[in-house]
């Protein structure tokens, strides 16, 4: 099996943590999001992966080099933004497929504990029903944000609908993970194109697009909300009833760590702090006396003085909180900027990277 990643989205939900990184390199319970992905690859014994690269490519050059968890790793670099199928056309040119050879085509910023292996299978299965293309799909309750299929019996999608607008019956969504044959590439014409809009209904159309549902856990990561469930999900499934300490950090028996809790290496915890539930906090974190952190993700080199209080929110690499900062109600501090002591930011405030924030904010707001 082959791969091919789309990883090139500007990610502009996610700013301003995505001005200084790609989405793809976010990190999900202390991990770059696209690391969960490798790994699950490599058990799957996929040999080679083609990532499709445009905004902040020399990152993901630099992040993932030649070779991943003894995957092979190849650069497609756009001229432009291409869509979810310009980037696939594009790829064409780099992977060579053996006859019959799977190949996979997936959204970056998907996490999920999906075994490749088996959509493999279901999908040689559907091959031999006709299928070019077998789609992951994934029960939610709102479908308003997704791509729709009504499935058939025999699990042929017999229509796909992207975001629909009005009432639809079903409730299974694209899930973003394709299995498909080489003939795919004949389906997706060299240009800005959607995969969604044009490739998927006239696939559906010819009866060659089938569905392999997915029953495990799986989110997309492209908005605040969606990036911190994912993180929490995994950290409990990481982490569990007991705080996960990733190397070694220092705190003393007046500290309350209510799971799920990580921690990454190097952290230090002040006295009377009250860490958790879901906090996930990066390598080398220093908090002072008597914080408090719940429900946030704090990335790598995060300093904050005594009485802090972090709820809901994240904050970005070696971000510094002054004394009594409070950062709440989803609240997004870029990397590297400073908020005074006793300032507060609720309800959604955006702060970009490298400011110096001296007054309180009430969002939604972007302080820029
Ligand atoms: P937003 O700007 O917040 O919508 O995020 P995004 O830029 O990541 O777009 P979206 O969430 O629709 O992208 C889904 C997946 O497709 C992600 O893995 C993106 O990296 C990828 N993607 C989106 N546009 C492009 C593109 O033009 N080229 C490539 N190679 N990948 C893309």
Sequence with gaps: MKAIILAGGPGTRLRPLTCTRPKLLMPIANRALLDWTFERLS???????????????ES????????RYGVKVKYSVEPRAMGTGGPVKLSEKLIKLEEEETLLIMNGDIWCDLEFSVLEAAHRRNVSRGAVTTITLY???????????????????AAFHEKPSGRVKSRLINAGVYASTSQIFSYIEPRRTSMELEVFPRLASEKRLYGFQHKGEW???????????????????LAGEKPRVEGSAEYNSTVKLVPPVILGDGVKLGSGSRIGPNAILGCNVKVGENCQISNSVVFDGVEMEGDCLVKGSILG????????????????????????????????????????????????????
């Design 139 to 157: 029960e939610v309750k709102d479908v308003s944000r997704f791509g729709v299929v009504e499935l058939k019996p025999d699990g042929r999608i």
């Design 60 to 67: 993901l050059r630099r992040y993932f080099g030649r070779e």
């Design 317 to 368: 690499e070696e971000v510094l909180l002054g004394r009594e900062a409070k950062i709440t109600g989803g609240s997004v501090i870029g990397d590297l900027s400073i908020i005074a002591p006793k300032v507060k930011l609720s309800r959604k405030v955006y702060v970009c990277p490298r400011k110096e924030v001296n007054k309180p904010a009430l969002g939604p707001k972007r302080i820029v």
């Design 219 to 237: 989110g997309d990561v492209g908005k605040f909300e969606d990036y911190l469930k994912v993180n929490f999900k995994v950290a409990e499934a």
């Design 43 to 57: 058990w799957a014994g996929v040999s080679e992966v083609v990532l499709a690269v445009n905004y902040m490519a």
